[in-house]
C-alpha cells in the first residue's frame, strides 16, 4: 500500500537550517507530483512547496521563499524539504503529499496521499 | 499569490445537507480540491478535479464550482463528517497553491 513516511523534524535553534525527509513507497515515486504542507500548532493548513514529477519544476510558497529548497531523489523514492535560516514562525507540523497528477502543467492536482507528519518546533 | 476564503465555521442537523464554501479569483481558472481533517490526524482528499471523489470517500461528498466560488456539499451529513474542511487550489499565477483557512463543521 502507498506510504509517505516523513522524518528530519525536532527542535532547532533559530537561524539553523534543516533538511525533512519523505521517503516514499507502494507506487511508481517518478510518475508524480509531490507537496509540502505545514501546519503550525492549532492553525490551518499552510502550502509551502512542489515539485514535479522530474524535479524540473519547483516552487516555494511566498513565506518561505528564498529559505526553502524542494528536491526529489527519484532513485530513492525520496522527497526532500531543506529549510534555512529557521524562525519561531516556521515552527509546524510538516507533511508530505503526493499529487494526483504530475505538476508542471498538468492541471490535474488534488493531494491524495499523506504522510503522518514530523514536527519542527523553533526555539532557544 | 492569491487567497481562499473560507466561513471560520458552518453547522449541521444529523442527516440534512450542508454546503461549505471557498471564494478567490483563482477559482475563476483553477478547480478546487477539498480536505478533511479529523483532530490529530493528516487531512484527507474529499474531492479534486471537476468533482472526483478518491477511493473510498462516500457519495454523499460533491463539489461545485461557479466564478470565483468552489463549494463542497455533504448530503446526509453524519456524525463522522464533524471536522475541519480546508479548499484548496493553485494561485493566479499557475505555479504556486494555497488553502482556504479552513472551516469547523460541526454536526448537531
Known amino acids: 500500500q502507498v506510504q509517505l513516511v516523513e522524518s528530519g523534524g525536532g527542535v532547532v535553534q533559530p537561524g539553523t537550517s534543516l533538511r525533512l525527509s519523505c521517503a516514499a513507497s507502494g507506487f511508481t515515486f517518478s510518475s508524480y507530483a509531490f507537496h509540502w504542507v505545514r501546519q503550525a500548532p492549532g492553525k490551518g493548513l499552510e502550502w509551502v512547496a512542489v515539485i514535479s514529477f522530474d524535479g524540473s519544476n519547483r516552487y516555494c510558497a511566498d513565506s518561505v521563499k528564498g529559505r526553502c529548497t524542494i528536491s526529489r531523489d527519484n532513485s530513492k523514492d525520496t522527497l526532500y524539504l531543506q529549510m534555512s535560516s529557521l524562525r519561531p514562525d516556521d515552527t509546524a507540523v510538516y507533511y508530505c503529499?503526493?499529487?494526483?497528477?504530475?505538476?508542471?502543467?498538468?492541471?490535474?492536482?488534488?493531494?491524495?496521499?499523506w504522510g503522518q507528519g514530523t514536527l519542527v518546533t523553533v526555539s532557544t | 499569490s492569491s487567497e481562499l476564503t473560507q466561513d471560520p465555521a458552518v453547522s449541521v442537523a444529523l442527516g440534512q445537507t450542508v454546503r461549505i464554501t471557498c471564494q478567490g479569483d483563482s477559482l475563476r481558472v483553477y478547480y478546487a480540491s477539498w480536505y478533511q481533517q479529523k483532530p490529530g490526524q493528516a487531512p484527507v482528499l474529499v474531492i479534486y478535479d471537476k468533482n472526483n471523489r478518491p477511493s473510498g470517500i462516500p457519495d454523499r461528498f460533491s463539489g461545485s464550482s461557479s466564478g470565483s466560488t468552489a463549494s463542497l456539499t455533504i448530503t446526509g451529513a453524519q456524525a463522522e463528517d464533524e471536522a475541519d474542511y480546508y479548499c484548496n487550489s493553485r494561485d493566479s499565477s499557475g505555479n504556486l497553491w494555497v488553502f482556504g483557512g479552513g472551516t469547523k463543521l460541526t454536526v448537531l
Open positions: 503529499a503526493r499529487d494526483v497528477g504530475r505538476g508542471g502543467g498538468d492541471v490535474l492536482t488534488g493531494f491524495i496521499y
